[in-house]
C-alpha cells in the first residue's frame, strides 16, 4: 500500500527522464495521427526545445485517483537558466497522508533550499539549504507528486532518479507513438511507455507503469503527463499493527520528520482509515489502480524575469 502511496507522488517525476535519454535506443513505433514523425523523433525534438528555452514559466494542477478518491495539487514554475528555479505547490482539501504538505523548493542564485510545511503553517516554516540542484528537486518530488521534477527535469536536463520511468530512457522498454489529440486547445503529440513492474527489481511487484506524455506540435514542450500505476493487490491479508507503524515511520522519514511516538500515534487513524478504503473497494487478486495526470497551463518562455521571481 505505501508503494502505491509512493507512486501517487512521483507518477510523472520521470517525463523528463524520459525525454532526456540522451543516446538510449528507442523503440518508436508508429500507430496513428502526427504526420511521419517517430515517437523517437517526437521525444528529440522535445528535448531541443527545452535546451533552447532561456527561461520557463507555468501554472498548472496534479489530479491523483486512487480507490475512489480524487486528490488535486496546484502548482507553479519559474525556471531560468543558468540555474534559477521556483516550483511552489499546494494541496487541495481531501484525504491527507504522505507527501500531503505544502511546499517551495527553489534557488536565487545564493545556494538550493527546500520549505515544505501543513497548509497554513508555511509563514512560521523553517527552510532547509540542500546540497545542490539534483538534491533539492528530487527531495521535493515526493511532497510536490512530482510537479517539482517534471518540467524542471527536462529544462535543465537532470535525470531526478524516478524509478518507475528512469528505465525507459535506458531503452529497455518501447516508446509508442499514439493518436494525435487536445490539452485544452493545444494540438499535442502523444506518446507512451508500458514498464513491467515485475522486470523492475526497485519495485518487487506484479503489474505496470504505463506513462503518457502529451507534447505540444508546435512548440515540442510537455502540456500533459498521465502515470497509471496498476499492481496485483491480495485485499485478503490484512496489515498488522506493526506493519502499520513501521510504514508511517518510512513515511515520516521520507519526510524529513521525527518517528516519535507522538507522531506515530498522531497518524496512525489515518493509515488505518486509507487501508479501510482501499481493501472495502477490492476484491482478492483485484488489480489496484493508481492514475495520476499533471497538466501545464499558461506556459510563456523566453522572458526575461527578475531575482524576485525566484525568491521564497
Known amino acids: ?126 527552510s532547509k539549504k540542500m546540497q545542490n540542484m539534483k538534491r533539492a528537486l528530487a527531495q521535493a518530488t515526493g511532497q510536490s507528486w512530482s510537479a517539482a521534477s517534471t518540467i524542471a527535469g527536462a529544462f535543465f536536463a537532470q535525470d531526478l532518479g524516478d524509478v518507475f520511468i528512469a528505465p525507459v530512457a535506458s531503452g529497455r522498454y518501447p516508446l509508442q507513438k499514439e493518436k494525435d489529440a487536445k490539452v485544452g486547445d493545444v494540438d499535442c503529440y502523444v506518446v507512451s511507455s508500458v514498464l513491467d513492474l515485475s522486470k523492475m527489481p526497485e519495485t518487487g511487484k506484479s503489474g505496470t507503469a504505463s506513462t503518457t506524455l502529451w507534447i505540444g506540435r508546435s512548440d515540442f514542450l510537455i502540456h500533459q503527463t498521465r502515470t497509471k500505476y496498476v499492481e496485483k493487490v491480495d485485499s485478503s491479508a490484512q496489515m498488522t499493527d506493526q506493519a502499520i507503524d513501521d510504514a508511517i515511520r518510512k513515511s515520516l522519514e521520507l519526510q524529513n520528520k521525527a518517528a516519535t511516538p ?51
Do not use: C
Open 1 to 126: 500500500m505505501m508503494k502505491s502511496w509512493k507512486v501517487k507522488f512521483v507518477a510523472g517525476a520521470g517525463a523528463a527522464a524520459l525525454l532526456a535519454g540522451g543516446t538510449a535506443t528507442w523503440a518508436g513505433a508508429q500507430t496513428g495521427g502526427g504526420g511521419n514523425l517517430t515517437a523517437q523523433e517526437i521525444a528529440g525534438k522535445s528535448r531541443d526545445a527545452y535546451a533552447a528555452l532561456s527561461s520557463y514559466r507555468d501554472d498548472g494542477t496534479v489530479v491523483s485517483e486512487m480507490s475512489g478518491q480524487t486528490n488535486t495539487l496546484t502548482f507553479n514554475t519559474r525556471l531560468q537558466r543558468p540555474n534559477l528555479y521556483r516550483i511552489e505547490w499546494s494541496h487541495g482539501a481531501g484525504l491527507r497522508v504522505y507527501g500531503s504538505e505544502n511546499g517551495v523548493v527553489w534557488s536565487d542564485g545564493s545556494g538550493d533550499y527546500l520549505l515544505t510545511a501543513a497548509a497554513g503553517q508555511e509563514k512560521d516554516a523553517q
Open 262 to 312: 507522538e507522531a506515530i500515534a498522531a497518524m496512525r487513524p489515518q493509515m488505518k482509515e486509507v487501508m479501510k478504503q482501499v481493501q472495502s473497494t477490492l476484491k482478492s487478486g483485484f488489480e489496484a489502480g493508481v492514475v495520476t495526470t499533471q497538466t501545464h497551463n499558461n506556459i510563456v518562455v523566453n522572458e526575461k524575469l527578475s531575482p524576485a521571481d525566484f525568491t521564497r
